[in-house]
């Protein structure tokens, strides 16, 4: 497993932009597939986006032409672009790793996760 924290949430307008952070520790990030996932009050986490061990990307239909999911790994991190925010993106957000480095968009799949950073999208 590996560690994982996430930062860079907080209160933005519809139509603003925020970009999320998660630094990771642990061996082998770069095979590691990651992916970010959120939970509105009331409703299950859910998928946002996925990238492999080789960068290949997978967003879900809500979010797909806004949200850009990247990586680093010489600084082990996951990153997650934001824009053209809506409220209905309100939510915890949490970063999400898995060993066997492809994408997937099954909370299951994923043995490591953040503890979240709060995403509020105010109208």
């Known amino acids: 497993q590996v560690q994982l924290v996430e930062s860079g949430g907080g209160l933005v307008q519809v139509g603003g932009s925020l970009r999320l952070s998660c630094a990771a520790s642990?061996?082998?990030?770069?095979?590691?597939?990651l992916g970010w996932f959120r939970q509105a009050p009331g409703k299950e986490r859910e998928f946002v986006a996925a990238?492999?061990?080789?960068?290949?990307?997978y967003y879900a239909d809500s979010v797909k032409g806004r949200f850009t999911i990247s990586r680093d790994n010489a600084n082990e991190s996951v990153f997650l672009q934001m824009n053209s925010l809506k409220p209905e993106d309100t939510g915890v957000y949490y970063c999400?790793?898995?060993?066997?480095?492809?994408?997937?968009?099954?909370?299951?799949?994923?043995?490591?996760w953040g503890q979240g950073t709060q995403v509020t999208v105010s109208s």
């Open positions: 999400a790793a898995r060993p066997w480095g492809r994408t997937s968009a099954s909370l299951g799949d994923y043995n490591s």
């Open positions: 990238i492999s061990w080789s960068a290949s990307t």
């Open positions: 642990g061996r082998t990030f770069s095979a590691y597939g």
